[in-house]
C-alpha cells in the first residue's frame, strides 16, 4: 500500500536525521521507500531552494517566500511524490505543506489560512496520510545547530528566537487542526527513542 509521510518541526528538532533511520529500517524490512525533502526533492525544486534558503537573500518578500515554496513544492509532488505513491510506495518526505503553513502563514504573519489556500492550488488539495510532528524547544534546537559544524546553515536558522517560537506555536496549532493526520514525537529524547516511536507511527498506518 502507498503511504505519504512527512516530517515536520523547527531548526534542529533531528528529523532529518531520525528520516534517514527510519527509511533504511523499513528498506531492511522490505518496504519500497522513496526518501525524499522540500523544498527540494527535483532538479527543479532543488534550484527554487537555492533562491529560497540562500543566505543573501535577506531581503526576500515574505508572499515571494511563500510563493517559491508553494511553486517548488508543485514541481516535486507532480514529478516525484505522485508518482511513487501511484507505484505503491512509502513517500517519506522531510517538511510539507505544513511547514509553509508554520513558518509564512504563522511565523511570518501572512496567516495560516491565506497560506494554506496558495497552496492548496499549487498541490490540488493533497495532503500527507501521517505527519509526525517532532516538536523541541527552539532554544535547544538552535543549540543543537551550532553543535553541528557538518549541518547547512541556511537563512531561515539565522532569525532571530521570537521568530523560531512562533514556528513552534503554529506548528501546535496545526496540529490541534489537523489531529486525525498528526503523530507528536517528543523530540527532546534520544534520537534512538525518537526514531522507536516516529517508527511505530509508520507501522500503525501500513
Known amino acids: 500500500m502507498s503511504l505519504f509521510v512527512t516530517f515536520e518541526g523547527g531548526e534542529g528538532s533531528g528529523k532529518s536525521s531520525v528520516l534517514k533511520i527510519l527509511n ?12 525524499t525533502r522540500e523544498p527540494g526533492g527535483t532538479p527543479i525544486a532543488e534550484q527554487i531552494r537555492n533562491v529560497i534558503l540562500d543566505k543573501a537573500n535577506t531581503d526576500m518578500d515574505p508572499w515571494t517566500e511563500a510563493l517559491l515554496y508553494a511553486a517548488s513544492r508543485r514541481q516535486h509532488l507532480v514529478e516525484k511524490i505522485i508518482p511513487a505513491l501511484n507505484e505503491g510506495k512509502i513517500v517519506l518526505c522531510d ?19 491565506k497560506v494554506l489556500a496558495a497552496n492548496m492550488f499549487a498541490t490540488e488539495g493533497r495532503f500527507p496520510d501521517l505527519t509526525l510532528f517532532f516538536d523541541l524547544d527552539p532554544e535547544t534546537g538552535l543549540d543543537r545547530i551550532s553543535a553541528n559544524s557538518a549541518r547547512e546553515v541556511n537563512r531561515l536558522d539565522l532569525e532571530k528566537m521570537e521568530f523560531h517560537q512562533k514556528v513552534r506555536a503554529s506548528f501546535k496549532q ?5 489531529g486525525d493526520r498528526f503523530v507528536v514525537i517528543d523530540a527532546s529524547k534520544s534520537k534512538e ?14
Open 95 to 113: 517538511r510539507f505543506l505544513d511547514s509553509s503553513l508554520a513558518y509564512q502563514g504563522g511565523a511570518r504573519g501572512l496567516g495560516i489560512d
Open 193 to 206: 527513542e525518537v526514531a522507536e516511536e516516529a517508527y511505530r507511527a509508520i507501522k500503525s498506518r501500513l
Open 174 to 178: 496545526l496540529v490541534e487542526q489537523y
Open 24 to 35: 533504511q529500517r523499513l528498506i531492511d524490512e522490505g518496504y519500497p521507500v522513496v526518501l
